[in-house]
């Protein structure tokens, strides 16, 4: 457990210093974003993750 939370912080201080290299991260066809409460901003979650992805890859349609 200490070594991935020293992973996960070293990982943190990376980014801070804008010196952390890209995750290779899975990608899908389909997302879901579910929550059982309402009003809590699903859609402008959506749409910033959208946002964010279109800014990560050209290939997200």
Do not use: H, V
Not at 3 to 31: C, G, H, M, V, W
Not at 34 to 51: P, Q
């Amino acid at each position: 457990m200490s070594s991935f939370l020293d992973t996960l912080i070293n990982r943190q201080y990376d980014i801070a210093q804008d010196e952390a290299e890209p995750l290779e991260l899975p990608k899908f066809n389909t997302y879901t974003i579910c929550n059982l409460r309402g009003e809590i901003e699903k859609t402008t979650l959506a749409f910033n993750l959208s946002y964010l992805a279109r800014e990560m890859s050209s290939t997200i349609c």
